[in-house]
C-alpha cells in the first residue's frame, strides 16, 4: 500500500507540468488524508474526471489502488452489507474506468478484460443500468477494430435493457453507437434519422455532454455528404458545449473534424493548423487511434495543399503503422489509400500496387455482406420488440 502510493507521488515529479501538478497533488493529499478507506475512495471518484483529463495514466494507477482498496476490505475486514455492496460498487466503476482507459488507448483486448470484470459485478449485484452502460462501452470498443458482429450483439443487449427501464440517457448511447455502425457501412440516411432521434433526447433532459457528441456525429454526417460548411458549424457546436465539460478527447476530434472541412475546402492553411491542434491533445491524451487519424489529414493536406508528397508519405505511412498495429481495417485502408495516391504520382509502382491491394481488400473486408446482414437483424428484432410491446 505505501510502495503504490510512492509510486503516485513519483509519477507526480517526474510527468505532470507544474500547475496541473499543484492541482493534482493536492487532490491525492486530500484523498489520503481520510483513514476511511471508503470516505478515501470517495474523495479519488469526486475528482476522477479531472485526474484523467490531464493525466490518464495517473488515473489508471489511482483505479487500480482504488480496486486494491476494496478488495483488501472484502478480503480481510468484517463489513456489513450496506458496506460490501459500495465496495462492490466502487470496484466496478474503477474496472469500468481501467477498461476505458484502455479502449481509448485502442488496446482491445485489455479494454474487453477490464469491462468483463466490471459486468460480472454489477450481474451479481443485478444493477440493470450499469450492465447496460457496460455492455455500450463494449461495443464501442469492438467497433474501433470494425468487429461489427460482436459490437451489434452487445449494443442489442444494451439497448433492450434501456428499453425496458426507460433509461434515456442509456438509449442516446445506443442511439449513436448504432448510429455510427449505419455510418460506417454507409448507411447514411439511416444513421442519420438515429443521430436526430439522439439529439431529441438530449435536449429534452439539456444534457450538454451528449448535444455536443451528438453534433459532432451529425457533422460527420453532412461531412459525408460533402455539406462542408454546415459539418463546420455542428463541429463548431460540439466544441462549444465542450467549453465547461473539456472532455479532450470530444474536442481533439472536432479540431481534427473541423480540419477535414477546411481541407475539402481548400483552405489547407487552416486545414493544418486544426489538425495540428488536434495532434497535440491527442498525442497528450495517448489517443493512439485519434494519432493515426490525424496523421492521415496532415498526408492528405501535404499532397493536396502543398503538393508535398514526400511528407504526404511520411504522415501516410505513420497512421498506417498505427492502425496496422491497432487492427482498425477503417484507418488502416484510409492510410493505404493517401499512400497509393502518392505513390502513384512519384511513379513507384511496385509500392502503389502494394497499397491499392492493401486499400482494395479492407476496404471488401469492411463493407462485407455479413455486416449488412447483422444490421438488417438487429433493426429488425428492434422494430418487432417495439410492435409486440404495443399489442
Known sequence: MLLFLLFIQ???????????????????????????????????????????????????ALNKLIVFLC????????????????????KAKSFNNLGLYFKNLANIDSAIH???????????????????STYTN????????????????????????????????GLISNLNSIGLIYKNQQKIEKSLQLFEEALKISEELNDSNNISIVYGNIGNIHLFNKNYIEATKNFFKTIDYQKNIRNLKIISASYSNISNCYSKLNDYKLAKEYALKSLKIKEKINDNLGVSI?????????????????NAIIYGEKSFRIAKELKSLTHQRDAAKLLFDCYEHLNQYKNAYNYHLIYTQTNDSILKNENYKNLLDIEYKYNYKIKLEKV
Open 138 to 169: 463494449i461495443c464501442n470498443t469492438y467497433l474501433i477494430t470494425d468487429d461489427y458482429e460482436n459490437a451489434l450483439k452487445y449494443i442489442y443487449k444494451s439497448r433492450e435493457i434501456n428499453i425496458e427501464s426507460n433509461n434515456k440517457k
Open 71 to 90: 478488495d483488501s476490505n472484502l478480503k480481510y475486514y468484517h463489513v456489513s452489507d450496506k458496506e460490501k455492496y459500495n465496495f462492490y460498487n466502487q
Open 294 to 310: 490525424v496523421y492521415i489529414l496532415l498526408g492528405v493536406i501535404e499532397k493536396e495543399g502543398f503538393y508535398n508528397y514526400k
Open 10 to 60: 513519483l509519477f507526480f515529479s517526474n510527468s505532470i507540468k507544474a500547475k496541473e501538478g499543484i492541482k493534482l497533488d493536492s487532490i491525492i493529499n486530500y484523498a489520503n488524508s481520510f483513514k476511511n478507506d471508503t470516505d478515501k475512495i470517495n474523495a479519488y471518484f469526486k475528482y476522477d474526471d479531472y485526474i484523467y483529463r490531464y493525466s490518464p495514466k495517473l488515473d489508471s
Open 114 to 132: 477490464y469491462f468483463d470484470k466490471c459486468l460480472e459485478i454489477y450481474e451479481e449485484i443485478d444493477n440493470k443500468f450499469k450492465i447496460a
